[in-house]
């Protein structure tokens, strides 16, 4: 029986990989945080020509599916092996944004006349 996932040990894997690489020297925060960002951009590339409705479907088509799958595991690996380097934890992390955007959105200003497609968090 496999262990259940979660970041934490998913970080220890990523940290043991690329010990046993001895690419520790390399994964410095600015190298990682450059990493992310590439693969972010692989990821987006994937849904740069697509309709909004081609995007919506893009799980359903059997050549892109893959492609999606693996790039978000690439920003992901990234991402926590970027907190791991600056002892962030990701889920801390997010947790507190979350509160800080409740503060700052509350419920009753949710039609707040934003333009459209323009999302109040950017």
């Known amino acids: 029986m496999t262990e259940p996932l979660?970041?934490?040990r998913l970080q220890r894997r990523l940290a043991e990989f690329a010990a046993a690489r001895n690419w520790q020297p390399y994964h410095t925060p600015k190298n990682l945080a450059a990493a992310l960002s590439v693969e972010a951009s692989e990821l987006v590339e994937i849904f740069q020509?697509?309709?909004?409705?081609?995007?919506?479907?893009?799980?359903?088509d059997p050549a892109a599916a893959p492609r999606v799958t693996d790039e978000v595991a690439d920003v992901l690996a990234y991402l926590l092996q970027f907190?791991?380097?600056?002892?962030?934890d990701p889920l801390a992390a997010l947790d507190a944004k979350i509160a800080r955007n409740e503060?700052?959105?509350p419920v009753a200003d949710a039609d707040d006349g934003?333009?459209?497609g323009q999302h109040p968090e950017s």
């Open 49 to 60: 020509w697509l309709t909004p409705e081609e995007s919506a479907r893009v799980m359903a």
């Open 6 to 8: 979660d970041l934490a």
């Open 83 to 88: 907190c791991e380097v600056l002892g962030i």
């Open 114 to 116: 934003a333009e459209p």
């Open 103 to 105: 503060r700052r959105f």
